[in-house]
């Protein structure tokens, strides 16, 4: 064996010297808890009241359960928490909101449903001492799709939003949002092309607000607002096709051929079919294949002024 004569290096706290590290200067202001100012807590007239203040980009593990296979998985939240403050207080108390969620999550991922959202947004509202508290958490969803043919099963996924808030007077709101991709095909392509006809990749972002009617243990909203997009698709998007699939998809996607001022229209019907939705904004934008830029459409409306 060859042997290699290694170099003699100075410890590391040696080197650390050499890199520039200096001894501690004198220390003057307080150690203990108790006796250190409290900046954020100083009340006095600060000019405005302040909307939202808190944390933002916040990632986390979360939990979910899901409609569609698997039916529980961890995934990363991006969390945004806020409340407002009164004008005459100077700051929030920032580290209660990452207290609060690591106390929830178990030491493990916090648990995010409708239910235990309620109860962290109360038991937040309470220890900022404020009177209302905004959440927002998005995270990827994964769900099991299988070929239309072979039945082979690959895992897809779509972005998930929930928008949750609570204040003292009003009480909870929530609105979620699901982004999904699916595939469409041109119309105008078909109609005019003697074969063929040009398709793309499109983007459905779907928002609502949910009514008293959601019941968590009977429905997932994630899964049906990706339902919504998909079944109205000329076809779905895979993980997995194998030749007999990819005929399948393509035939299928001849079939239905979809605008994007389409996707919106027969995805607010089914929207509008839906009775936990009391208002919702659909938008499709689609990468096209023929430009180098994108169709877009959006569609807002409120049910509650039908009535
Ligand atoms: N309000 C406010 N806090 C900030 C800002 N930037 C950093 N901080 C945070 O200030 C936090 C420490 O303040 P607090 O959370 O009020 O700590 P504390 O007063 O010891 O906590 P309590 O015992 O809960 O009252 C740290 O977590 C910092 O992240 C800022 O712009 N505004």
């Known amino acids: 064996m060859v042997q290699i004569d290694r170099k003699k290096l ?3 706290e040696e080197r650390h010297k050499l890199f520039g590290s200096v001894e501690p200067g004198e220390r003057t202001k307080p150690t203990e808890k108790k006796d250190m100012s409290d900046l954020q807590n100083v009340k006095k ?4 009241k302040i909307d939202q203040v808190g944390i933002a980009n916040v990632k986390h593990p979360i939990q979910i ?3 569609l296979v698997p039916k529980q998985q961890t995934t990363i939240g991006n969390f945004e928490m806020t409340s407002s403050i009164k004008q005459n207080h100077k700051g929030t108390n920032m580290s209660r909101f990452t207290e609060l969620l690591h ?7 916090f648990p995010i449903s409708i239910s235990k959202l309620k109860l962290f947004m109360k038991h937040l509202t309470d220890k900022l001492e404020q009177n209302d508290v905004k959440i927002s958490v998005t995270f990827p969803w994964f769900f099991e799709r299988k070929g239309p043919a072979s039945g082979l099963p690959g895992m897809n996924y779509a972005n998930a939003t929930i928008e949750a808030s609570y204040d003292v007077e009003n009480g909870y709101t929530f609105y979620v949002t699901l982004d999904g991709a699916i595939t469409t095909l041109c119309p105008c392509s078909k109609e005019i092309s003697e074969y063929s006809a040009h398709n793309q990749r499109g983007n459905v972002s779907i928002r609502v607000l949910l009514n008293q009617q959601y019941d968590e243990q009977a429905s997932d909203w994630k899964a049906d607002l990706l339902e919504a997009a998909e079944s109205n698709a000329s076809a779905r998007i895979h993980p997995v096709l194998k030749r007999p699939d990819e005929k399948m998809v393509t035939e299928q996607a001849y079939e239905n051929p979809r605008f994007v001022e389409d996707i919106v ?3 607010a019907a089914d929207l509008y079919e839906m009775e936990y939705v009391d208002q ?3 938008t499709c934008q689609n990468e096209e294949s023929i430009h180098l830029h994108d169709a877009f459409a ?3 409306y409120d049910k509650r002024e039908d009535q």
Do not use: M
């Open 45 to 48: 007239d600060f000019l405005f």
């Open 265 to 267: 229209r027969l995805v």
């Open 10 to 12: 100075p410890s590391k």
């Open 103 to 109: 106390e929830y999550s178990n030491g493990h991922a």
């Open 65 to 67: 359960e899901s409609g």
């Open 280 to 282: 919702f904004t659909v």
């Open 298 to 300: 959006k569609i807002t």
